[in-house]
């Protein structure tokens, strides 16, 4: 029975097994409730996104006042009321594993709704085809159009040019944003406009205006049904509990037209309230049959809710035919029995502590952070020194941190082998008893500290010392521990 | 492939004709731009191999039409490099010598500079750290043969000891023994001598008269009365704890015998001006400079 065939041929029919065309999805506008939130939620990110680089914040004379920015050149990232240093990056991890968190206790709530309300690819694609629904019209006429494709009018060619033109400009503006985050937004814009900024700037919003283009205007629910590997993983983390946009059969089946329903009900027969009005099938960004049960390609954005209940209004049916539910549920209602929604349970619980916890740690990393900071690293080569006298010398790399906004006057001090005298070289004509240097601002200084112990105490073979650092100014002080060792 | 009409009953959709313990296979073909994507790629690799080296051949590699290679560019990289370096060695050239550890900036360059040249050219006799050897002065100490000053140690970077320069620090510890100066006995006595200037123990029976005797005719014209040497002379204090070549009695003996002459290369015309001033200022910088 199974006759070989040449590969070779079956790749040129259009819909040959080697490849599948993609079936083009043309969401129907829907009004409702989750449309109402997607609106929301869309103005909310997309103003956060846009606007956000040009929230000043005053850190001082000669800082940056943005204040969000990440300042590759100098390595210093500022986020409000925080500057980072290249070394404290671990709380860029913390955020990261937040964000994990976050994700996993949304989805145990709600299953994909990231997918659906916030995921910067839902976001555009959502705004791409808004503009395009202004521009060629709803779901009928954009088919019309497209099936009528050879025949470009005038008119459908403005159409066109007047969509992508559109596109390309959100496309622009949102790379153009992008960049604002790395350098100053004012000047940057100015230095756009006037064709004067830096050529990466360019080449970055290039990229980013070419991807916003290609992935919400072209590539749009396939990135997430393909190239998205949130659908797989999330599939392996969801619980029976979590509540996904369900269709629920229990009382939509059998499906029938409206008209032959009532017949049968009039009968006394058992029919669904779905009438197979096909409108949630209409109205779905990613051009799926949601009464198929849930399935990968769903990104549970509530819309077909929004369409169905619009459809059971006009019928005067019970709304939510389709809605935020589980299979427990359903069963539930099968068996006679009211349905439960459990939002707190262990998981979840697990989850809000996990964030709790990882969000304390970070906010303890945080308050106690120091803005004056000492490293010691001691020399190797020679460990020891013994001087002409029979003293004892070790040398030691110094680095200190000043993560102040201005300058300051930071006094050296050691605690250690008794009679200890300490040397920095370079500085040993201002106080050579304690020593005192300038520390720039934002700056990291390393000095070369000699310390010497008289012969008195060389008995023990190393003892611990402290090198403490003051600023004369502030009484701030910082301190670390090495020890001094005795050949 | 195989040629057939099975459908799948549940899913309505087309299988592959494949079947494993009796599950079948759905044919889920791939989404034609990712077919296209990949057939990209392949041409774009194949673009690759032409224009870049790709092929290893029997004996060398085919070099690709931009004739691209990754040594010549670091090679262009360090010679950026190197003027980028250049203007800051300029400027430590330019600074007088007691200015630069005054300087941060100068100073960080210098010791930066002077560290990778000190591994470079001193480390084979003075250690990697300078902390010496037996012979070998260690740098990080504060005891000086020819005088441990930034202008002093700059002019023994320069002209050496004994290095055959011009200019070199020049001078010799006799061969006593070796010479017929001195007889077995007397140096064995001088050396406790030696050993007494510095508190070291002596050896029963030693006649400390005799040792400052000959100490006092042999010895003083270098290391002085005292014994506390003379840098002008490379002649070393005797006095302190510090032993180049080791402080017990039968080393003290074979020295007296067959005398010292350690040398230290002239590094001028070796090194250009402004990394020497960085490796006398790093020396001077590990802490024993005067």
């Known amino acids: 029975m199974n006759k070989p065939v040449n590969p070779i041929e079956l790749q040129f029919e259009d819909d040959g097994p080697l490849y599948a065309a993609r079936k083009k999805v043309y969401p129907q506008s829907v009004s409702g409730t989750f449309r109402r939130i997607k609106w929301g939620l869309m103005a909310f990110c997309l103003g956060v996104y846009y606007l956000l680089p040009f929230v000043r914040w005053n850190r001082g004379l000669g800082a940056p006042d943005q204040a969000v920015l990440v300042d590759l050149p100098n390595s210093r990232f500022y986020f409000f009321f925080i500057e980072l240093w290249p070394q404290e990056v671990y709380y860029f991890t913390g955020l990261l594993i937040l964000a994990a968190i976050a994700l996993f206790l949304m989805n145990s709530v709600g299953g994909r709704i990231w997918c659906g309300y916030l995921c910067p690819q839902t976001v555009w694609t959502d705004l791409f085809y808004a503009v395009e629904r202004f521009v060629e019209g709803d779901r009928r006429e954009r088919m019309r159009k497209d099936v009528a494709g050879g025949s470009f009018t005038p008119r459908r060619v403005a159409e066109l040019a007047l969509k992508h033109s559109i596109w390309l400009l959100i496309a622009w503006w949102t790379g153009g944003a992008w960049v604002l985050y790395f350098n100053d937004a004012p000047t940057l814009v100015k230095q756009l406009a006037t064709f004067q900024a830096p050529m990466l700037a360019y080449i970055w919003i290039a990229i980013l205006t070419a991807t916003t283009y290609v992935l919400a205007g072209f590539m749009r629910e396939q990135v997430c049904v393909y190239m998205c590997p949130w659908p797989r993983i999330q599939a392996a983390l969801t619980d029976e509990w979590a509540l996904n946009v369900t269709y629920k059969y229990d009382r939509g089946e059998k499906r029938t037209s409206l008209k032959k329903a009532n017949e049968l009900r009039a009968l006394g027969e058992q029919v669904g309230d779905c009438i197979d009005c096909y409108q949630c099938v209409a109205v779905c960004p990613t051009g799926i049959d949601i009464r198929d049960g849930a399935q990968l390609d769903c990104i549970q954005c509530g819309l077909c809710i929004d369409a169905c209940d619009t459809v059971m209004t006009k019928i005067g049916r019970e709304t939510r035919l389709i809605g935020y539910d589980n299979d427990i549920n359903i069963h539930r209602r099968q068996a006679g029995k009211p349905p439960i929604y459990r939002i707190v349970r262990p998981r979840t619980i697990t989850y809000v502590c996990m964030i709790v916890g990882v969000g304390a740690i970070m906010l303890y990393a945080l308050l106690t952070r120091t803005l004056l900071d000492v490293n010691v690293l001691h020399d190797r080569n020679p460990v020891a020194v013994k001087l002409s006298d029979g003293s004892i010398r070790n040398a030691y790399t110094v680095r200190l941190l000043n993560k102040r906004g201005f300058d300051r006057v930071i006094a050296i001090d050691i605690d250690g082998p008794h009679n200890a005298t300490i040397h920095v070289v370079g500085v040993d004509s201002v106080t050579p008893d304690r020593p005192a240097i300038i520390l720039g601002r934002d700056q990291t200084t390393e000095l070369r500290v000699l310390v010497t112990a008289p012969a008195e105490n060389n008995s023990e073979k190393s003892v611990p010392i402290r090198f403490r650092v003051t600023d004369i100014g502030l009484g701030e002080v910082a301190s670390t521990t090495d020890n001094f060792v005795t050949p | ?290």
């Open chain 2, 1 to 290: 492939m195989t040629e057939h009409n099975d459908i799948d009953h549940v899913s309505g959709k087309a299988t592959t004709g494949h079947q494993w313990d009796g599950i079948k296979e759905l044919n889920t073909p791939l989404p034609r731009w990712w077919v296209i994507t990949f057939y990209i790629t392949i041409v774009w690799a194949i673009g690759y191999w032409i224009v870049y080296p790709a092929w290893p051949m029997l004996r060398s590699h085919t070099t690709g039409i931009l004739h691209y290679s990754s040594r010549a560019e670091v090679a262009v990289e360090l010679a950026n490099l190197e003027k980028i370096r250049g203007d800051k060695m300029v400027a430590l050239g330019a600074a007088p010598l007691a200015e630069i550890e005054k300087d941060p900036a100068l100073l960080a360059l210098a010791r930066a500079r002077g560290k990778t040249v000190f591994g470079d050219n001193c480390a084979p006799c003075h250690g990697s750290g300078a902390a010496g050897a037996k012979g070998y002065p260690n740098l990080n100490d504060d005891d000086w043969l020819w005088g441990g000053t930034l202008d002093q140690i700059l002019q023994t970077i320069q002209y050496g000891a004994r290095s055959g320069h011009a200019k070199t620090h020049e001078s010799a510890m006799l061969a006593f023994g070796k010479e017929g100066v001195l007889k077995r006995d007397q140096i064995v006595t001088v050396a406790n001598y030696v050993r007494s200037l510095s508190g070291l123990p002596t050896s029963p029976g030693y006649d400390a008269s005799a040792g400052a005797k000959i100490f006092a005719d042999n010895c003083t014209a270098c290391h002085g009365d005292a014994g506390k040497g003379n840098q002008e002379l490379g002649a070393p204090n005797l006095t302190d704890k510090i032993w180049l070549y080791g402080s017990d009695e039968a080393t003290l003996v074979e020295t007296i015998t067959n005398g010292r002459a350690g040398v230290m290369p002239a590094w001028v015309g070796r090194l250009d001006p402004s990394t020497i001033k960085a490796l006398a200022v790093y020396v001077h910088s590990l802490g024993g400079g005067k």
